[in-house]
């Protein structure tokens, strides 16, 4: 079931994240993650008639919720892609950009995609369903010391090893094509009040594989520094350690790892100044009014 743009997704950190970009009213932005379009809607709302934003998002659901706005230009592709795009559109620099992470409210709702062990469903998984393995192709396909790694990597789960042998095994009998496949398979591993959260990191692990999540974020930052005009903005929302570290890294250092270089004077160099210094969380109204939020985290950086 399509939902509409108000209900496809509740926009995270809403203002705090769009403060964060310090609009001009004649500036270009892009927004990497349109979902419901909430976050762009926000930003429209600030700029003036010659302010543009251009906003990615590769599913087609999201499509549906485009807005009709002079100053609006949706892209259907991988956020990753957006040095192509903006010199296919003869943009040069831009004022700011945000990134809200993750898998909307649309995809964990979405019974027949597979992102969530809440429903059963095919184990597809990709926020691109035009392309790419599937979340059963890999758990069908990969050798066994690959799958512990996406696990043990990807999800953080410590039994990653006795997982995804219990997959290889499973799998000898019979295709794993489902979410009751895996979960029949997976679930008497992991303790009984543990088991949503150790279920929720598997699937986590496995959504990122499918989607290269982590490239496409590596990818992203660094078409954002070259974009970024002195004085633009980075204002980036994580959900989980692996998202939170890069972005981290790459506000201090302009690259993923955090390695931080030095002039000949010894002097740092790096392309971005840290807006806030403490790192943004949600309210406790925010995180009541929606749970999605709760381990939500706002990065914000300023192009030097």
Partial sequence: M?????????????????????IKPDGVYID?????????????????????????????????????DERFTFVRS???????????????????????????????????????FRYEAP?????????????????????????ADILYIY??????????SAIVKGRATRRIETTADLLQLTESLFPREHEKKEMAKLFQALRIEVNHEMDALREMLNGARDLLRPGGRLSVITYHSLEDRM???????????????????????APFRTVNNKVVTPSADEQARNP????????????I
């Fill in 2 to 22: 399509i939902k509409t743009a108000e209900t496809y997704h509740v926009p995270v950190l809403l203002q705090e994240s769009v403060d964060g970009l310090a």
């Fill in 32 to 68: 990497t993650t349109f979902g419901g379009g909430g976050h762009s809607r926000e930003i429209l709302s600030r700029l003036g008639k010659k302010g543009h934003l251009f906003s990615f998002d590769q599913d087609a659901d999201a499509e549906r919720n485009c807005i009709k």
């Fill in 78 to 116: 991988n956020f990753r892609y957006i040095k192509n795009w903006m010199r296919y559109y003869g943009i040069e620099q831009i004022d700011g950009l945000l990134a809200d992470l993750g898998v909307s409210s649309h995809h964990f709702d979405d019974e027949t995609r597979g992102f969530s």
């Fill in 123 to 147: 184990l597809d998984m990709r926020m691109n369903k035009r392309a790419g393995k599937t979340a059963a192709d890999i758990l069908n396909e990969a050798e066994e010391s690959q799958l």
């Fill in 155 to 164: 999800g953080e789960l410590k039994q990653a090893r006795r997982v995804a």
């Fill in 247 to 269: 972005v981290k890294n790459f506000i201090k250092a302009g690259n993923a790892e955090g390695k931080v270089s030095q002039d000949f004077f010894g002097r740092t160099e």
């Fill in 292 to 303: 999605r939020s709760r381990s939500a985290k706002l990065r914000i950086g300023e192009k």
